[in-house]
């Protein structure tokens, strides 16, 4: 990473840098632009890319944070290398290629002329030509990595694998788990609790095929893989999930799937003892649970706190897992409904009714030397973000996940 700066000169580096504020200010016109042109010219990339997450815009928001943290650490990249590494992740399961690099660099260039238009001078779009190279080998040498880790690794693939639906359970009114075993009879690869795998689906009315990635919800080491996918329904915001719904309504026992072997940095700690707490929301809880099964095996001393909110008991997934889980000495189980029945005040569990604030999270965890790790929707997780800072709980100890393009809290 040293050497990445001598590469670009001092001048292409002062003209980045001083493009950063102008990206920071057109950059989601400038993606939207890009991705438009990109699809026009490349529609057989739609079998790669989110279609979801481009018509919400949520792609472009991603990309155009990416390119302005780029812009802004032209001279020291590696202080980008851990969200290099995240992307790398993503893009290593979905099958992004050294050869899709130079496509992108391309229309990204165009798009960038054509928004800025005039300021987009021709030394700014050489300087951004050079840049966008060293950027790429960036993410090329990170992915291509990647590719030859889980090469190697013992039941390890490249690209997608044939999976046979060996039992399909639902967890919850809207969560689905399916249990997968490779079609082929061979072993599959162990992966770290928290990690997913890309699921690849060509659904019969779609042109192209959609893929979407899901959290591994069980402890590695088992002859199967077990996802948990939650039943997208259109809201005012959304769109109906095409593959969710595809999953629940058509997918069976016998049914084959094509996944990607697991990819994901969102792992946890297991060298540390400090005490952990799981706060999981909705369908974030599929990592968690991993994790949280995971260190109950191999660390039986370590304190453990999940905190589960739900809107209610019908859409409460994995409650008997976790109550199992809180039989150990070691585990406190909370439960949190937003929207509580009569009924769902009876669980043995129930804590708290309505969301989680700070007196709550006081209450539960006790102490600041703690590790958490949360996931969820945004809004969800914003608001456990800013109850853990009032409790005290410094930042670098909470970690989370996205379930979509990263984003900030």
Not at 9 to 15: F, G, Q, Y
Not at 274 to 292: N, Q
Request: a neutral charge; charged letters at 25%.
């Amino acid at each position: 990473m040293g050497a990445i700066k001598s590469l670009l000169s001092e001048r292409t580096i002062e003209i980045i840098k001083s493009t950063a504020p102008v990206l920071e200010q057109y950059g989601e016109q400038i993606t939207r632009r890009f991705y438009e042109l990109m699809f026009s010219n490349h529609p057989e990339l739609l079998n790669i890319f989110n279609h979801a997450h481009q018509k919400q815009g949520r792609q472009q928001k991603a990309l155009a944070a990416s390119v302005y943290a780029a812009a802004k650490h032209i001279d020291r990249l590696e202080d980008i290398l851990p969200v290099v590494k995240q992307i790398g992740h993503k893009h290593r399961s979905l099958g992004v290629k050294k050869e899709h690099y130079p496509i992108v660099g391309k229309h990204l260039l165009m798009a960038i002329k054509d928004v800025l238009g005039e300021a987009a001078t021709d030394e700014v779009i050489e300087a951004w030509r050079e840049a966008y190279g060293v950027i790429a080998d960036v993410f090329i040498q990170v992915e291509q990595q990647m590719y030859d880790e889980v090469a190697k690794k013992q039941g390890g693939w490249v690209d997608f694998r044939p999976f046979v639906v060996q039992k399909k359970v639902k967890e919850s009114d809207v969560i689905t788990s399916f249990y997968l075993v490779p079609q082929d009879g061979g072993e599959i690869s162990d992966f770290l609790p928290g990690q997913y795998v890309s699921v690849k689906v060509q659904i019969p009315s779609e042109k192209y095929t959609h893929i979407r990635q899901y959290s591994l919800s069980d402890v590695p080491g088992k002859s199967h893989y077990r996802i948990s996918v939650k039943r997208e329904v259109e809201t005012a915001q959304k769109p109906a999930g095409i593959v969710s719904n595809y999953l629940h309504d058509h997918v069976k026992e016998g049914d084959v799937l094509e996944l990607s072997a697991p990819a994901g940095d969102f792992t946890i700690d297991m060298s540390k003892e400090t005490p952990v707490i799981f706060v999981s929301g909705g369908v974030g809880i599929t990592p968690l649970l991993s994790m949280a099964k995971s260190v109950v095996k191999q660390q039986p001393n370590r304190s453990i706190t999940f905190i589960c909110a739900a809107i209610n008991r019908r859409v409460h997934a994995f409650d008997q897992e976790l109550r199992m889980l809180a039989e150990q000495t070691n585990v406190s189980y909370y439960v949190c409904y937003e929207q509580p029945s009569e009924a769902d005040r009876t669980h043995p569990y129930f804590k708290k009714e309505g969301f989680i604030d700070a007196s709550f999270m006081r209450s539960v965890i006790g102490q600041t030397n703690v590790d958490v790790y949360m996931c969820g929707p945004i809004p969800f997780m914003k608001t456990v973000k800013e109850a853990l800072q009032q409790c005290g709980v410094a930042e670098e100890r909470v970690h989370y996940e996205f379930f979509g393009p990263a984003s900030q809290l």
